[in-house]
């Protein structure tokens, strides 16, 4: 029987993510499948997935992509302000829009 635990990163290795250069452990960042090498952080892959839910809505016409449209909407109203900073509305802002699409 094989077993993979010597591919498997310890707690305490440290990779740095390849779209923001953040250093975390390695068993809290994302790497694809073909190229393992490449790691992701966890809120660079949570970009690349509504980069991908964006480029999927392109085509779509119906209800859920007319949502997802006006909320990407206002959240990039609210970053180009730089609202998600201010020290009152900043934490539910970013708490809102870790549960929107
Ligand atoms: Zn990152």
Redo the contacts with the bound molecule.
């Keep these: 029987m094989t077993t993979h635990l010597a591919e498997e990163p310890t707690p305490e290795d440290e990779s740095q ?1 390849w ?2 250069g ?1 250093t975390q452990p390695s068993n809290e960042m994302v790497r694809l499948g073909a190229h393992p090498e490449v790691t ?2 966890l ?2 892959a949570h970009f690349v997935h509504r980069r991908a839910q964006e480029i999927e809505d392109r085509g779509r016409t119906g209800l859920g992509a007319r949502t997802r449209d006006v909320v990407r909407g206002i959240r990039g109203q609210v970053i180009q302000h730089g609202w998600q900073h201010n020290r009152v509305l900043g934490p539910p802002m970013r708490w809102i829009d870790r549960h929107l699409p």
């Design positions: 993510c779209c923001c953040a992701l952080c809120r660079c």
